[in-house]
T-cell receptor
Framework: DGGITQSPKYLFRKEGQNVTLSCEQN?????MYWYRQDPGQGLRLIYY???????QKGDIAEGYSVSREKKESFPLTVTSAQKNPTAFYLC???????????FGEGSWLTVV | DQQVKQNSPSLSVQEGRISILNCDYT??????FLWYKKYPAEGPTFLIS?????DKNEDGRFTVFLNKSAKHLSLHIVPSQPGDSAVYFC?????????????FGKGTRLSVIA
């Protein structure tokens, strides 16, 4: 099946730990994105990448890091520097020539 | 500074009636607009879009209207069905500058009452 796969769906993290959320797409899309959703805040852009080995900070990049070593993969690391990491994280992608982005199913991260 | 605003956090509509969801934007460079629908604990799904060269786009029960002079767009759902109950996000981008990332509003929760 073609699509965007995020894993894990649910993740619990202790304070002070780094965690990595996986995002894989087999749509041959050039660009990939990470958004965060908090109640009442809508979707806020964390990082995005339009080509392999290149990425740009979004509006709320502090405390996060990404890599884009392969076209199909765009993992997000939530570091201990992120003060309020508990949220719903959404990965998305699109082709450079396309105007619509498509989302994965999301990952819930809870800090305990 | 919010560039895309959805000023109504929630909306309730009777089944069979029209639902109208509104969205305003401040950046006049935006030239492409989209609506997404989202159920709890799921990723948003694309619903409908409109380019700034048009003022209306229709797809089945869903119609999006764009008023560039007012920097306003709206999504009409007719007739509304209980399955339409979800959070709807308005989004905008600047296509002519090489597809900037989408900027989203905060969403409007639509409840369709049977």
């Amino acid at each position: 099946d073609g699509g965007i796969t995020q894993s894990p769906k649910y993740l619990f993290r202790k304070e002070g730990q780094n965690v990595t959320l996986s995002c894989e797409q087999n749509l041959n899309h050039d660009a990939m994105y990470w958004y965060r959703q908090d109640p009442g805040q809508g979707l806020r852009l964390i990082y995005y990448s339009q080509i392999v080995n290149d990425f740009q900070k979004g509006d709320i990049a502090e405390g996060y890091s990404v890599s884009r070593e392969k076209k199909e993969s765009f993992p997000l690391t939530v570091t201990s520097a992120q003060k309020n990491p508990t949220a719903f994280y959404l990965c998305a992608s699109n082709s450079i020539s396309g105007n619509t982005i498509y989302f994965g199913e999301g990952s819930w991260l809870t800090v305990v | 500074d919010q560039q895309v605003k959805q000023n109504s956090p929630s909306l309730s509509v009777q089944e069979g009636r029209i639902s109208i969801l509104n969205c305003d934007y401040t950046n006049s460079m935006f030239d492409y607009f989209l609506w997404y629908k989202k159920y709890p604990a799921e990723g948003p799904t694309f619903l409908i879009s409109i380019s700034s060269i048009k003022d209306k786009n229709e797809d089945g029960r869903f119609t999006v209207f764009l008023n560039k002079s007012a920097k306003h767009l709206s999504l009409h759902i007719v007739p509304s069905q209980p399955g339409d109950s979800a959070v709807y996000f308005c989004a905008a981008s600047i296509v002519n500058s090489g597809n900037t990332p989408l900027v989203f509003g905060k969403g409007t929760r639509l409840s369709v009452i049977a």
